[in-house]
């Protein structure tokens, strides 16, 4: 603004000031000295009279001269006089005619044309013409000039004069030579009074405003402009708050002339600011106070700004974090550091905002993820200038939803594995909701079989049901129970047909529903089948029972076989490394515990294989013994006296030592069972003797007995009258088809409430004997570490194999199908591979061909281990090739035994070696 006062009206003028923008003819013409018509008449009068006036003196002069010196007339004289007042009159005339009077007449055309008047036209002489037509020109332009400058003028005045700045013009000495009227309006005067030589720059403000030679001497020669804010009071108590823009004008001399003044009134501003100042002061108590972290930063990760929250995340002060050598990108991991770069690069000036999650390597050396909301500041050009960037650790929460998601990858799995075994098991699986009947989960058997799908509900959920009366009771069992065994039912298949059935049922919960989980036993044949014994002859064999038990019941063993392994192989090393004697205790029970089940599973598989099994010289005493030191724990707890009367010495049996084991421990923990029904005293007799070729084993307690009925259906397989979850009714009849194996025979005497008794006779053996179980069991000598291949689906079997032999020293690889390990086999030595036989793919037969092909001397190095041996193409193909199997449930001992001596006949060469 105060460019605006550099005009011809702003300069300092003598003229008064309430003409200064007025300028007429005369004034012009004044300053451009052009003489008036009567001035050069007289000049011209005054020239001529000064050329006659000297003529008429010599003529008068010489005249006199002659007229004293000679006496002669003065006619001559006369006579020239004459002629020369006419030459001189003549030449007058020439002159006013031709030269004066165009001269009078082009000035006053000059003055007219100077003063803005177009005067009537002037004849001049052709001499003078050019100068009457350039000096008409040259006022035409000075006219246009003149009326252009006026308006000029007059519409910049309007411009200043409508400003809301103030605008004022001052002398050193305090006196106005100008004031706009917005300043004007500020003071409360008006011009006039302002610019009276009485009035004072500082007569409108009060005595606090300042001083005015403070303001003078703000401005210099060498800086003349400078800006200046005041604030104080009008002479009438209003407050004010200007923000001065002074330019100092000085003369040559470098004295100070003049102060042309733009102000604004900035007290809403300054009241703006304060309010800003005291909100930003609010914001930064606010950031400081707050727990998440408020960081500026450069594209480059040099920080400007952070909050007291990072420094204490950091470690750090404040100086140390904001010190130009400290790069935030430094903390980042490199992958880290190239996601949050490429998040910088996709901040733009119409998308400023984003959010990301970094994992930050702090200064402290700790690892912790962050939650940052940044926001983009570009320039003017949309350059990325600084990051502004709120943040969290959310290291906790991104912990647990890390766990969250490995526990639901863990449900997922164990949620297909129970699928895969749902699917598996040939029987009908079913869950249903308990709330409502709704069906949540069907396997393939219970679609093909019962006709249910998954989402039936109501009547249609209901209909397999012969009568909805037993669904109840089953409900009403299992939520009293929790789970319920051997239930029997009648239910209509896909045909129509009824069926027989037994339900085992378990309580679980299924997203986030009760439900109940039912397998479901088509058990039809076997009524028939019982039905049709009955009829045709009551005192059917009991071992035929039990081979269609064995039968029935030989897929279900089959799957019981790996998950044995993994229990007796990781118990059988516990027992050998744990140094804790408790642990060994433990693991001691659990191994027997499984080992049993291994048993047990064997039995069924023998049976269902319809085989021999194993014999050899049995000492009964020794099984007895062993039988009681298994259920010494619980014989004990349950305050139950043991009495045995072992003969000595005693015949051998020759037989199998695991199933006779299986036979009195049943024995046992029936009798105990039985004696928990009973107050004390309790007692368990267990007697042996030995006469004719038979040893007899007699089992007897005195307990609560059984009535008729019970006692004559025994033996039946799954009749039980224990509660749901303490039996499934098939102990009997397993020891009475081993018995009979044995060609031997078991009975029962018992009545209600006279206890029980069961006789056990078995024909004695031959007198051969066999080692002791030390020498049996006695590892060979450990071969050097050998390169050995484990080849299993199962990835619990396969870990468990490796880990016992890595702890004999050996270097075991893993593969977990047949392809892994051909691929393993030509990349790597190998000096033993052991495989499971039933595999998804390419199984061990599969496997054996492969190598025949790839490397012929590999396939004397094979072992192979399976828990199906019932299917006839794995028979055959272990009778054709002669290699060697290795049954499920394994034996840790006998399985590294096996290895080893596999190993030292490798070594000493009894095998060839691959070529």
């Known amino acids: 603004m105060a460019g605006r006062l550099d005009r011809p009206w702003a300069v300092q003028s003598t003229v008064p000031q309430g003409n200064s923008n007025r300028r007429d003819g005369a004034s012009v013409c004044g300053d451009l000295a052009v003489p008036t018509s009567s001035k050069l008449s007289r000049h011209y009068a005054l020239l001529m009279g000064a050329c006659i006036l000297p003529l008429l003196v010599l003529v008068a002069g010489i005249g006199l001269y002659q007229s004293y010196a000679q006496q002669q007339s003065f006619f001559p004289y006369a006579v020239i006089l004459v002629g020369s007042l006419v030459c001189v009159y003549a030449l007058n005339r020439v002159l006013l005619r031709e030269i004066v009077d165009p001269a009078i007449s082009l000035v006053d055309h000059v003055r007219s044309g100077a003063a803005g008047k177009s005067g009537a036209t002037v004849k001049t002489p052709a001499l003078w013409q050019p100068w009457n037509d350039m000096a008409s020109s040259i006022f035409a332009e000075n006219r246009t000039a003149l009326r252009e400058l006026a308006d000029s003028e007059q519409r910049y005045r309007n411009v200043v004069e409508a400003q809301t700045e103030y605008i004022i013009r001052v002398a050193p000495d305090g006196r106005m030579s100008f004031a706009n009227d917005a300043y004007c309006r500020l003071v409360g005067k008006t011009r006039e009074e302002l610019l009276s030589p009485d009035w004072h720059y500082f007569n409108s403000f009060s005595a606090d405003f300042g001083s005015f030679d403070e303001i003078i001497g703000r401005v210099t020669p060498e800086r003349p402009v400078c800006e200046v804010e005041e604030a104080g009071a009008l002479s009438d108590g209003r407050e004010l708050h200007i923000h001065w823009t002074d330019r100092g004008i000085f003369d040559e001399s470098g004295k100070l002339i003049e102060i042309q003044a733009i102000g604004r009134d900035v007290a809403e501003q300054k009241l703006a600011r304060q309010a800003l100042e005291a909100s930003e002061q609010r914001y930064r108590s606010v950031v400081e106070l707050q727990t998440e972290f408020v960081v500026r930063m450069s594209p480059e990760g040099h920080l400007s700004f952070v909050n007291d929250a990072y420094c204490r995340a950091c470690r750090m002060t404040r100086e140390e974090l904001l010190d130009p050598s400290w790069c935030e990108l430094d903390v980042l991991p490199p992958d880290e550091r190239r996601r949050f770069l490429d998040h910088l690069a996709r901040l733009t000036p119409q998308a400023p905002d984003a959010s990301m999650?970094?994992?930050?390597?702090?200064?402290?050396?700790?690892?912790?993820?962050?939650?940052?909301?940044?926001?983009?500041?570009?320039?003017?050009?949309?350059?990325?200038?600084?990051?502004?960037?709120?943040?969290?650790?959310?290291?906790?929460?991104?912990?647990?939803?890390?766990?969250?998601?490995?526990?639901?990858?863990?449900?997922?799995?164990?949620?297909?594995?129970?699928?895969?075994?749902?699917?598996?098991?040939?029987?009908?699986?079913?869950?249903?909701?308990?709330?409502?009947?709704?069906?949540?989960?069907?396997?393939?058997?219970?679609?093909?079989?019962?006709?249910?799908e998954v989402g039936q509900i109501g009547a249609e959920a209901t209909s397999t049901w012969e009568d909805l009366s037993r669904r109840d009771d089953l409900l009403r069992l299992l939520l009293r129970d929790g789970i319920v065994d051997a239930f029997e039912a009648g239910m209509t298949n896909m045909q129509g047909t009824r069926i027989d059935t037994l339900v085992s049922a378990r309580l679980i919960t299924q997203a986030g529903r009760s439900a109940m989980l039912a397998a479901v036993t088509d058990i039809t044949r076997q009524r028939e089948a019982e039905a049709e014994i009955a009829s045709q002859r009551e005192t059917l064999y009991q071992s035929e029972k039990l081979a269609a038990l064995g039968s029935l019941l030989a897929g279900v063993a089959h799957e019981l076989n790996n998950p044995l392994s993994v229990v007796i192989g990781y118990s059988s090393m516990l027992k050998e490394f744990s140094t804790d004697k408790a642990t060994v205790g433990r693991a001691d029970k659990i191994h027997a515990a499984a080992e049993r089940c291994s048993r047990i599973v064997r039995t069924f598989l023998a049976m269902a294989r319809k085989k021999p099994p194993t014999r050899g010289a049995v000492d009964i005493n020794e099984v007895v013994v062993a039988s009681l030191e298994l259920a010494a724990y619980s014989l004990r707890s349950a305050g139950i006296e043991i009495r045995t009367e072992l003969a000595e010495p005693l015949p051998n049996i020759w037989g199998d030592r695991d199933q006779l084991h299986q036979v009195v421990t049943n024995l046992v923990v029936n009798a105990q069972q039985?004696?928990?029904?009973?107050?004390?005293?309790?007692?368990?007799?267990?007697?042996?003797?030995?006469?004719?070729?038979?040893?007899?084993?007699?089992?007897?307690?005195?307990?609560?007995?059984?009535?008729?009925?019970?006692?004559?259906?025994?033996?039946?397989?799954?009749?039980?009258?224990?509660?749901?979850g303490e039996g499934t009714g098939v102990g009997l009849s397993v020891?009475?088809?081993?018995?009979?194996?044995?060609?031997?025979?078991?009975?029962?005497?018992?009545?209600?409430?006279?206890?029980?008794?069961?006789?056990?006779?078995?024909?004695?053996?031959?007198?051969?004997?066999?080692?002791?179980?030390?020498?049996?069991?006695?590892?060979?000598?450990t071969p050097s570490a050998a390169r050995i291949l484990v080849v299993d689906d199962d990835a619990d079997i396969a870990s468990m194999i490796a880990e016992m032999l890595r702890r004999d020293g050996h270097d075991v690889t893993i593969a977990d199908d047949a392809n892994a390990a051909l691929k393993a086999v030509r990349e790597d030595g190998i000096d033993l591979l052991i495989s499971d036989i039933r595999m998804p793919g390419l199984d061990g037969p599969g496997l054996y061909r492969a190598l025949e092909q790839l490397r012929p001397g590999l396939t004397r190095r094979l072992l192979f281990v399976t828990g199906d041996t019932l299917a006839p193409e794995i028979d055959r193909f272990i009778g054709e090739t002669g290699a060697p199997v290795i049954e499920k449930p394994l034996d840790p001992q006998t399985f590294r035994r096996l290895v080893m001596e596999r190993l030292r006949a490798m070594e000493t060469g009894a095998m060839e070696v691959d070529a």
Request: charged share 25%.
């Open 357 to 452: 999650e970094l994992l930050n390597a702090m200064p402290d050396g700790a690892r912790r993820w962050l939650a940052w909301n940044d926001h983009g500041i570009f320039d003017s050009d949309g350059r990325l200038v600084e990051v502004q960037s709120v943040g969290r650790d959310i290291s906790d929460r991104v912990l647990a939803e890390q766990a969250r998601l490995e526990a639901e990858k863990l449900l997922a799995e164990r949620e297909a594995q129970f699928r895969a075994v749902a699917e598996g098991v040939p029987l009908p699986i079913i869950i249903s909701a308990i709330d409502g009947p709704e069906i949540l989960f069907v396997n393939e058997p219970a679609r093909k079989v019962l006709g249910i």
């Open 674 to 724: 039985a004696l928990l029904q009973v107050p004390h005293p309790r007692r368990l007799t267990i007697v042996t003797t030995g006469e004719d070729d038979t040893v007899e084993i007699v089992v007897a307690d005195n307990g609560p007995g059984m009535p008729e009925t019970v006692r004559a259906r025994a033996f039946e397989p799954f009749y039980t009258t224990k509660l749901a």
């Open 735 to 781: 020891c009475q088809g081993i018995v009979t194996a044995h060609d031997g025979s078991i009975e029962l005497d018992s009545t209600e409430g006279g206890g029980a008794r069961f006789t056990i006779r078995l024909p004695s053996g031959r007198a051969e004997t066999v080692p002791a179980p030390e020498a049996a069991g006695r590892m060979p000598p």
